[in-house]
Nanobody
Framework: QVQLVESGGGLVQAGGSLRLSCAAS????????MGWHRQAPDKQREVVAR???????TYADSVKGRFTISRDNAKNTVYLQMNSLKPEDTAVYYC??????????????WGQGTQVTVSS
C-alpha cells in the first residue's frame, strides 16, 4: 500500500507565497511522474504542475512563472512553491504520483488534499 500526505496549505494574502509538500510512504520500488492538481468550488479539477522521473516539468498556463514544482527522490517528496498568489488560486490542492510497485505494476495514487485560500 502506498500513501501520499500533503502539507503546507493555508490562508495567505494576494501576492504572498506558500510551499506545499507531498511525502510518499509505503511499499514501492520507485515512482514516475508526480504532480499537483487543484479543484476550486464549482470548477473542474485541473492539472497545476507535473514533474517527470527525469525532472522534466510542465505547468498550467495560469501558473507559469509563478509556481515551481520540484522533487527530492531521496525523501520521496514533491514540492510546489507558489509565489505571487492570486485569489483565483484558491482551491483544494491534491498531490498525485505514479508509483512503480515491487511487482513492476503501476499505482496512481492521490493525497487527501490541502486547502489553499488567497484573500484579496
Amino acid at each position: 500500500q502506498v500513501q501520499l500526505v500533503e502539507s503546507g496549505g493555508g490562508l495567505v494574502q494576494a501576492g504572498g507565497s506558500l510551499r506545499l509538500s507531498c511525502a510518499a510512504s509505503g511499499s514501492f520500488r520507485s515512482f514516475n511522474a508526480m504532480g499537483w492538481h487543484r479543484q476550486a468550488p464549482d470548477k473542474q479539477r485541473e492539472v497545476v504542475a507535473r514533474i517527470g522521473s527525469g525532472g522534466e516539468t510542465t505547468y498550467a498556463d495560469s501558473v507559469k512563472g509563478r509556481f515551481t514544482i520540484s522533487r527530492d527522490n531521496a525523501k520521496n517528496t514533491v514540492y510546489l512553491q507558489m509565489n505571487s498568489l492570486k485569489p483565483e488560486d484558491t482551491a483544494v490542492y491534491y498531490c498525485f504520483s505514479d508509483f512503480i510497485l515491487y511487482s513492476y505494476s503501476h499505482s496512481l495514487s492521490w493525497g487527501q488534499g490541502t486547502q489553499v485560500t488567497v484573500s484579496s
